[in-house]
C-alpha cells in the first residue's frame, strides 16, 4: 500500500471538535474549547500523530464575517492549546456557502487525499474527527478512518441513526485520543 510506513494524523474538524459550535463565529473572544481538548492534541502529538484543521466556513460564503476573522478566530484557538509551534502541520478553511462551487468543502475529501500524497502519510493510520455526518463522510471517501464525537451537532443518542458504517463513535476528542497506542 502507498504510504504504508508513513506517519500518521488526525484531521480535525474545528468548530463543535476542538472549540464550542457558536454558530459563524467571527469574534475571537467567543473562542472556547472543549475540556479535554487540549491535552488530548498535546497526547497525540507526543505519540507522533501530525494535526491538521479542516474547517467548512460558510458564514464567509454568507457574507456573514470575513476570512481574516476565521483565521483570527483560529490564531486565538491555537493560543488557547499551547501546543508547541507550528501547532497544525496544516488547516484549510473552506469558505464556501453550502450552495456555492467547492473544492475543499466538506464531505469533500480533497483536502485529505492531497495533504496525504503531499506529506507521506500512511492513510491506515489517520483519523478525520468531527461532529456533523460530512466530517466522517469525507474521512471514508478518503480511505482513512473516521471518528465522530459527541461534543457538536448531535449526542449519542443523535448519532444512533447517523453514523456511517465504519466510522466509530467516541464522546469526545480526549475519549478518542485516549485510546491510541
Not at 107 to 115: F, I
Request: net charge negative; hydrophobic share 45%.
Amino acid at each position: 500500500m502507498k504510504n504504508a510506513s508513513g506517519p500518521g494524523a488526525l484531521f480535525l474538524d474545528r468548530d463543535g471538535t476542538i472549540i464550542f459550535d457558536k454558530d459563524y463565529l467571527a469574534d475571537p473572544a467567543g473562542v472556547e474549547l472543549i475540556p479535554g481538548a487540549a491535552a488530548a492534541l498535546h497526547r497525540a502529538r507526543a505519540l507522533g500523530l501530525r494535526l491538521y484543521i479542516l474547517t467548512n466556513q460558510s458564514g464567509i460564503g454568507r457574507g456573514y464575517h470575513s476570512l481574516e476573522d476565521s483565521i483570527r478566530c483560529n490564531e486565538r484557538m491555537i493560543e488557547l492549546l499551547a501546543l508547541p509551534e507550528p501547532a497544525f502541520d496544516g488547516i484549510c478553511i473552506a469558505p464556501e456557502a453550502p450552495d456555492q462551487p467547492s473544492l475543499y468543502r466538506k464531505p469533500s475529501p480533497r483536502y485529505l487525499l492531497e495533504t496525504i500524497a503531499l506529506d507521506g502519510l500512511d492513510p491506515r493510520r489517520c483519523w478525520m474527527i468531527g461532529d456533523r455526518e460530512s466530517d466522517l463522510q469525507a474521512g471514508l471517501a478518503a480511505g482513512v478512518n473516521a471518528v465522530a464525537v459527541c461534543t457538536g451537532k448531535y449526542d449519542e443518542a443523535g448519532w444512533r441513526a447517523r453514523l456511517p458504517a465504519g466510522a466509530t463513535l467516541h464522546a469526545d476528542l480526549a475519549a478518542f485520543v485516549a485510546t491510541l497506542t
